[in-house]
């Protein structure tokens, strides 16, 4: 499956931004899918991730309650809504998806696929 992000941008501290991941080239709602991001120097870390049909989701403890990850399979799109942003989520956003199932949306290397990363600045 091929992954296209994008929303990315510059934000000011509290404000929201919402990012997108169109899917391409298999059947989208076979996959869960997950978000993570990356800032300077940082390791690659799990921010969302999402069942096949939605019912399940996940979070990292640095953006749960503010972040909001939902996905349209008939639009084959994953989004991830980002409120009260604040300078530390500034990062490249990367979308991934994943065939396995089991709780692991954290764990990087049981993703097979990933879109090329959409840039979110936010200002303080």
């Known amino acids: 499956v091929q992954l296209q992000a994008s929303g990315g941008g510059l934000v000011q501290a509290g404000g929201s931004l919402r990012l997108s991941c169109a899917a391409s080239g298999r059947t989208f709602s076979a996959y869960n899918m997950g978000w993570f991001r990356q800032a300077p120097g940082k390791e690659r870390e799990f921010v969302a991730g999402i069942s096949r049909s939605g019912y399940s989701t996940y979070y990292g403890d640095s953006v749960k309650g503010r972040f909001t990850i939902s996905r349209d399979n008939a639009k084959n799109t994953v989004y991830l809504q980002m409120n009260s942003l604040d300078a530390e989520d500034t990062a490249v956003y990367f979308c991934?998806?994943?065939?396995?199932?089991?709780?692991?949306?954290?764990?990087?290397?049981?993703?097979?696929?990933w879109g090329q990363g959409t840039l979110v600045t936010v200002s303080s």
């Open positions: 991934a998806a994943r065939q396995r199932d089991g709780r692991l949306y954290y764990v990087r290397e049981e993703y097979c696929c």
